[in-house]
């Protein structure tokens, strides 16, 4: 089973990527609360996904690949239909995929 936090996303952009992400082998992890980074020792995710629109997010994802650097970072943007994936390990590099369900998911879960 992954385990899958979300980070802050509009409502809209959040009940989507939940939707999608609602398959087996998938657990979302919701623990509330604003602090991306206290959700994540709280919850303790494989995956933690998101929104690549916000101007936080780089630097959050910088500051997760070296804190957590087991943990695999998805961020999707609601504005370009795309996804940047952090895999565990890499300590910043990533790669970029259409954001679409299949992609998504098998993102999560690869």
Partial sequence: MTRVLMGDFEALHRLGLEQILRVDGIELVDTGGDDVLARLLE?????????????STGDLVHVIVHRFPRVKVVACSSQHP??????PLHYGEFYESDLDPALLTSAVQA
């Fill in 43 to 55: 919850a303790l995710p494989d995956v933690i996904v998101l929104d690549l629109d916000k101007v």
């Fill in 82 to 87: 795309m996804m940047r994936v952090f895999p």
